[in-house]
């Protein structure tokens, strides 16, 4: 059972806006910057955003990332087919002294 | 540019222990601040954070795992070696590496990757 709560899948249609939740605790999201990533089917996770609302060079200002408290999102607006992928938010937490993940999101564009 | 690939058994039976070598590109650790982690992601499953190692050798472990899994680096070779005691069919997995940046809990190089499969 993953420490970061994710919901496990969300769908939506192409050119509308989504929201991926993240929630933790004070330990970790409370604390620590998160950061978000992308993987697609068969292929490593990606940067997305770092430091809670930070975009990578290369990564379009589509996606965007906030956090309030102990939760965080990740907003991805325009949504394209291209865009379906699996979603993942990662922070430190003190208690346990190492990194932790959320469960995941599959997102669908349809 | 850096880049980071990940070698190491693709099959190994039960109560054996798995070495993975991590093999890194364009960037030093013994740069301060600078860190390398391994993450696992069983199949159809989520990343699960395993293991991190700083360029000043200090060590960090998912305590699950954490009397199982030994990280350990060798700045000549540009390698990060991990170790895991004891392999059972739940440790099945995809082992990635991943780059750690100074000042920030965040990976943004990963490995490719490699398949880790448990069974007799």
């Known amino acids: 059972q993953s420490m970061l709560t994710q919901p496990p899948s969300l769908s939506t249609a192409p050119g509308q806006k989504v929201t991926i939740s993240c929630s933790g605790s004070?330990?970790?999201?409370?604390?620590?910057?998160v950061s978000w990533y992308q993987q697609f089917p068969g292929t490593a996770p990606k940067l997305l955003i770092y430091e809670n609302n930070k975009r990578p060079s290369g990564i379009p200002d589509r996606f965007s990332g906030s956090k309030s408290g102990t939760s965080a999102t990740l907003g991805i607006t325009g949504l394209q087919t291209g865009d379906e992928a699996d979603y993942y938010c990662g922070t430190w937490d003190r208690s346990l002294s190492a990194g932790v993940f959320g469960g995941g999101t599959k997102l669908t564009v349809l | 540019q850096i880049t980071l690939k990940e070698s190491g058994p693709m099959l190994v039976k039960p109560t054996q222990t798995l070495t993975l070598t991590c093999t890194f590109s364009g960037f030093s650790l013994t740069t301060t601040g600078v860190g390398v982690g391994w993450v696992r992601q069983p199949p159809g499953k989520a990343l699960e954070w395993l293991a991190l190692i700083y360029w000043n050798d200090e060590k960090r472990y998912s305590p699950s795992l954490e009397s199982r899994i030994t990280i350990t680096k060798d700045t000549s070779k540009n390698q990060v070696v991990l170790t895991m005691t004891n392999m059972d069919p739940v440790d099945a997995a995809t082992y990635f590496c991943?780059?750690?940046?100074?000042?920030?809990?965040?990976?943004?190089?990963w490995g490719q990757g490699t398949l880790v499969t448990v069974s007799s």
């Open positions: 004070s330990s970790n999201i409370g604390t620590y910057y």
């Open positions: 991943a780059h750690r940046p100074p000042g920030n809990y965040v990976f943004d190089f």
